[in-house]
């Protein structure tokens, strides 16, 4: 079987069906009571600081992973959209200059992962 020329094509840009369609919805959600609160796109209209973003996002990571809490209480948006759209706006102000990139110089995390993983190596094998 022959592919059709535009089906080559197609195989050269980015698959978006591989993006599970409920966590876009639930991100979607996120930018949706964001627009309801700042304004559509506030974010392309002003600088994004990175550090803002990130704590936002990890604050709505923790919430749901350590604090076992689907939905954020002001919104009823799931936390884990909340976290999507956090790391959304990120990226899109990354892409179109708009970022204020206030993270700190390059640290020592994966020295740090490495060394862990040793030593969880190490352990496994006296057991």
């Given at each position: 079987m022959r592919l059709n020329p535009k089906d080559r094509f197609g195989l050269t840009k980015v698959s978006l069906s591989k993006f599970p369609a409920v966590a876009l919805a639930h991100g979607a959600h996120a930018m949706m009571d964001g627009a309801a609160k700042y304004?559509?796109?506030n974010?392309?209209?002003?600088?994004?600081?990175?550090?803002?973003?990130?704590?936002?996002?990890?604050?709505?990571?923790?919430?749901?992973?350590?604090?076992?809490?689907?939905?954020a209480p002001d919104?009823?948006?799931h936390h884990l959209g909340h976290g999507l759209a956090c790391i959304g706006i990120i990226l899109d102000a990354e892409a179109t200059g708009n970022l204020i990139d206030d993270r700190?110089?390059?640290g020592a995390i994966t020295k740090v992962y490495g060394q862990i993983a040793d030593i969880i190596a190490q352990r496994s094998k006296r057991r």
């Open positions: 304004g559509a796109y974010w392309r209209d002003n600088a994004v600081i990175a550090s803002i973003y990130i704590d936002a996002c990890k604050r709505h990571l923790d919430a749901w992973f350590d604090e076992r809490q689907r939905c919104s009823d948006v700190p110089k390059a």
